[in-house]
């Protein structure tokens, strides 16, 4: 029940793309959803995040879509780059703890 | 303003051996959390200081400890290292209430041989 997925495992977009990344998660007490993404040998980036009273958040080339009654949320990166080639993580945490369980991580490669 | 400061970035130490960790938060950040990411398991959480008292605790054996002091900064300690030990240690720095913005360090390095 403290399980995050993720899918895919691994993406390749065309420069100029969406790159779409799916999370789910099953303990209704989770109130926040962050993402972050993380390049080789530095440790992860917060992007964006989101509480469950919100259904679409938007920042810049980012946007996370939040599903509550299916517990699913989504990472949209539009107009992909190579520079956003990284691995994201999405991940959710509840109450006051910064206790984040993350789900297992999708590599994206973005072709010039 | 400083980030999120790990150190050493890299350690190498022998099974059976000790190893202590440092993390320096964001100025102001009241919440340190350690994290162990490896290629098997991912993402981690080992457990979480709040104002000098642990808040939160993974499932990790009682050898991985940590304490965190009263300007914040934390201290993660692994006792009678295994090879399996091997991974990036990461902490992240939060104001500590929740739903708030939690930022990572680069991480500490640890190879157990």
């Known amino acids: 029940q403290q399980q995050v997925k993720q899918s895919p495992q691994s993406l390749i977009v065309q420069k100029g793309g969406i790159s779409i990344i799916n999370c789910a998660y099953e303990?209704?007490?989770?109130?926040?959803f962050p993402w972050y993404q993380q390049f080789p040998g530095k440790g992860p980036a917060l992007l964006i995040a989101i509480r469950p009273d919100v259904s679409e958040k938007k920042e810049g080339r980012f946007t996370i879509s939040f599903n509550k009654s299916a517990k699913q949320f989504s990472l949209h990166i539009m107009d992909s780059q190579p520079g956003d080639s990284a691995t994201y993580f999405c991940?959710?945490?509840w109450g006051y703890g910064q206790n984040f369980v993350f789900g297992p991580g999708t590599r994206l490669s973005v072709l010039p | 303003k400083a980030g999120v400061t790990q150190t050493p970035r890299y350690l190498i130490k022998t099974r059976g051996q000790q190893v202590t960790l440092s993390c320096s938060p964001i100025?102001?950040?009241?919440?340190v959390s350690w994290y162990q990411q490896t290629p098997g398991q991912g993402l981690q959480f080992l457990f979480e200081y709040f104002s000098e008292t642990q808040r939160n605790k993974g499932n990790f054996p009682g050898r991985f400890s940590g304490r965190q002091f009263s300007n914040s900064r934390s201290e993660m300690n692994v006792s009678t290292l295994e090879l399996g030990d091997s991974a990036l240690y990461l902490c992240?720095?939060?104001?500590?209430?929740?739903?708030?913005?939690?930022?990572f360090g680069q991480g500490t390095r640890l190879t157990v041989v």
């Open positions: 303990n209704t007490a989770f109130d926040y």
């Open positions: 991940a959710a945490s």
């Open positions: 992240a720095s939060s104001m500590g209430t929740g739903g708030t913005e939690a930022f």
């Open positions: 100025s102001g950040h009241r919440s």
